[in-house]
């Protein structure tokens, strides 16, 4: 059950921005470091109250990690001029690798429907100390042991970032992301798997 509970809601994610009938803007992105490399494609759909964002994404570490990710949240701006809330859900699906026990020969299934919940800030002009624009940003997705599926237990993310906004439509972005992952296998075989990474990289609006 809890299998096609997550295969309904992942399906969900992945679609459900083609229901909304206002012309979307997207932004495409990609960041890396050393040995990591991930990219997005996202749908930002206006509303009369805020607007939807939908999209897809993928990251790849070859020692750690590697799956894929949907989302779906709703983002306004209602309360603070500058500042924009979201709140949705991400779903992430793929492979964690346990190093401390031998390396990818030991993996296990990284699958969740998690709560997001994030925030971005343009700085105002007057606080900038450069002259291009700057919004930094931040997102916690947090995934109880019901919203976890095939050998995941639990899954907490926090990330906090910054764009800068170098020409109209592009952007040089920094990135830093802590994830914490459980996992339980059906023979009994625990592990956790603790990740901090910063990440560069550059993305588009259009």
């Known amino acids: 059950m ?8 992942l399906t969900f994610l992945l679609t459900s921005g083609v229901c909304f009938a206002a012309d979307p803007s ?7 470091n050393h040995e990591t490399v991930e990219g997005n494609f996202d749908a930002i759909i206006p509303t009369g109250i805020g607007s939807i964002v939908t999209g897809l994404g993928g990251t790849y570490n070859e020692e750690d990690f590697k799956y ?15 500042l924009q809330y979201i709140l949705g859900f991400k779903g992430l699906y793929g492979i964690a690798y346990d190093n401390k026990k031998g390396g990818p020969n ?7 429907i998690g709560f997001l919940f994030g925030a971005d800030y ?3 002009g007057k606080m900038n100390p450069v002259p291009i624009p700057i919004t930094t ?7 109880p042991k019901p919203l976890c599926f095939q050998d995941t237990d639990t899954y907490f993310e926090i990330g906090m970032g910054m764009k800068f906004h170098v020409i ?9 992301r802590f994830a914490d992952m459980e996992f339980e296998k059906d023979n009994g075989y625990d592990w956790g798997k603790e990740h901090h990474m910063f990440l560069v ?3 588009m609006k259009f």
């Not at 997207?26 to 890396?32: L, M, P």
């Not at 109209?168 to 830093?176: E, R």
């Open 2 to 9: 809890k299998k096609l509970f997550f295969s309904v809601c």
């Open 26 to 32: 997207f932004e495409a992105g990609v960041r890396v």
């Open 68 to 82: 894929w990710n949907a989302k779906f949240a709703a983002k306004n701006s209602n309360f603070t001029p500058g």
């Open 106 to 112: 030991k993996d296990s299934d990284l699958a969740v």
């Open 122 to 124: 343009e700085i105002p």
């Open 137 to 143: 940003g931040f997102s916690v997705i947090a995934a």
């Open 168 to 176: 109209k439509n592009a952007m040089v972005t920094l990135d830093y």
């Open 201 to 203: 990289g550059y993305a």
